[in-house]
């Protein structure tokens, strides 16, 4: 099983829509997660983090499900710029620095 | 503050030559990170740098991949020789130890087509 899994997509929504991804983590050690967001032919940047049960930052939410090992990435009220690739990260939990990037999940809002 | 910076941007070459891939993280960051990322493969750790030395390099796919850093503020990754299966989009990020672990900076990453 892979670390870390995404469903592909593409999602297509139109501008308004609420979209939720999920991702699924093999490493029930991990005690914190990410979301990276890449837009087509950059570099990823970091979106938010997940340190406890979820996390909300305006119209992004990010929430944890420890017992299910996944983390989903819900976003409200979709605009066309949030049309890119969001890549669920995990860390390495055995404290190295490194860390572990899911293949991502590639959103098309729609006007 | 100008960001990580890499060079070439882009690169094209034959089967079996050497490619050196260029970094400069930015100023004052202690870690540097060197990851490939391909349609198949989605974007993979080769290594890592803590203060100029190679804490992690398992990621490398074979012998024919080397990184080095020779100080705080430059590294390369070199392929030799190259093959058609390198082509990927390769990316160099840095961070700083005092920040929290996941904050990576990228920079904008090398496209290289191996013929």
């Known amino acids: 099983r892979k670390e870390v899994e995404q469903d592909p997509g593409p999602f297509n929504v139109p501008e308004g829509a609420t979209v939720a991804f999920n991702c699924t983590y093999s490493n029930s050690a991990s005690q914190s997660f990410f979301w990276y967001r890449q837009d087509c032919r950059k570099e990823p940047k970091l979106l938010m983090s997940?340190?406890?049960s979820g996390n909300e930052d305006g119209r992004f939410t990010a929430q944890l499900n420890r017992a299910s090992q996944y983390i989903s990435l819900l976003i409200r009220d979709s605009k066309l710029s949030d049309s890119a690739t969001y890549l669920c990260?995990?860390?390495?939990?055995?404290?190295?620095?490194?860390?572990?990037f899911g293949s991502g999940t590639r959103l098309q809002v729609q006007p | 503050d100008a960001g990580v910076i890499q060079s070439p941007r882009h690169e094209v070459t034959e089967m079996g030559q050497e490619v050196t891939l260029r970094c400069k993280p930015i100023?004052?960051?202690?870690?540097l990170f060197w990851y490939r990322q391909t349609m198949m493969r989605g974007l993979e750790l080769l290594i890592y740098?803590?203060?100029?030395?190679?804490?992690?390099d398992s990621g490398m796919p074979e012998d024919r991949f080397s990184a080095k850093m020779p100080n705080a503020s430059f590294s390369t990754l070199k392929i030799q020789p190259s093959e058609p299966r390198d082509s990927a989009v390769y990316f160099c990020a840095s961070s700083f130890q005092r920040e929290a672990q996941e904050t990576q900076y990228f920079g904008p990453g090398t496209r290289l087509l191996v013929l």
């Open positions: 740098f803590n203060n100029n030395v190679p804490i992690d």
């Open positions: 997940v340190y406890s």
């Open positions: 990260v995990v860390p390495d939990p055995t404290g190295r620095r490194a860390l572990t």
């Open positions: 100023s004052g960051h202690d870690y």
